[in-house]
């Protein structure tokens, strides 16, 4: 009866400890070191490019596409390909160091249609993230001892429900830093391969025309 008396007050003021912890997760961290930051920099920086090139061959571009990523060594994550091989889409990965290279490399098989180049600092995110995931694991182990000493039911059931909504909470923050860390580690390139159409007589002649018209209106930009 003892027990039972301690158990609901104990997991009360864990709950509301571990919203404090929470509350002051990321100062915590910093001032303790709990989260290392293994770039010589001390920024994590998710790099990503998107870019449509349009090409002569799209079987022979698809070919230099992974040559080029290996050179790099990095790896094609994704690749599929639509309108009977006139379009490739790729997910590429890369080293970040080699990042700007295999970009540089990728722009040489044909004429790029669109470029779009990101820089995200994440640091301040993951310093955050490690620290919620450090408290809830340290709240998850007083869960623990206090689930042992329950005898009761009812105490066992309150328990063990934020037992598991503690343990979910871990999971989906590992699974977010894991994803994130990922990102960081390899940077990601989307290209889109196009093949370049061939235009027949008629199509010829009605570009030239358009072209001279154009020219009637502006000689410079």
């Known amino acids: 009866m003892k027990n039972h008396m301690l158990i609901l007050p104990c997991l009360a003021a864990l709950m509301f400890a571990g919203c404090a912890m929470n509350r002051n997760a990321r100062s915590a961290s910093l001032e303790d070191g709990a989260f290392m930051l293994p770039q010589e920099s001390g920024r994590h920086i998710v790099r990503t490019a998107r870019l449509t090139i349009e ?3 799209t079987d022979k571009a698809v070919e230099s596409v992974s040559s080029i990523v290996k050179t790099q060594k990095g790896f094609v994550e994704n690749r599929s ?3 009977d091989d006139k379009r490739a889409f790729f997910t590429l990965r ?3 160091e080699n990042f700007e290279a295999a970009v540089a490399g990728l722009e040489q098989l044909g004429s790029v249609e669109s470029r779009s180049i990101d820089a ?3 640091t301040a995110e993951l310093v955050d993230i490690d620290a919620r995931l450090q408290n809830l694991k340290a709240l998850r182990d007083r869960l ?3 689930l042992e000493k329950a005898d009761e039911v009812k105490d066992v059931l309150a328990v063990e429900k934020e037992f598991t ?3 979910s909470d871990i999971d989906s923050i590992e699974a977010r830093m894991k994803t994130l860390r990922g990102k960081v580690d390899m940077a990601t390139i989307s290209l889109t391969l196009k093949r370049k159409p061939i235009l027949g007589p008629v199509g ?3 570009k030239w025309f358009f072209w001279g018209v154009g020219k009637l209106f502006v000689i410079r930009d």
């Open 55 to 57: 090409v002569a061959s």
């Open 81 to 83: 390909s639509h309108d």
């Open 94 to 96: 890369v080293p970040p």
């Open 120 to 122: 995200r600092d994440v």
């Open 144 to 146: 623990k001892v206090l």
């Open 165 to 167: 909504r503690v343990q």
């Open 204 to 206: 010829f002649a009605f």
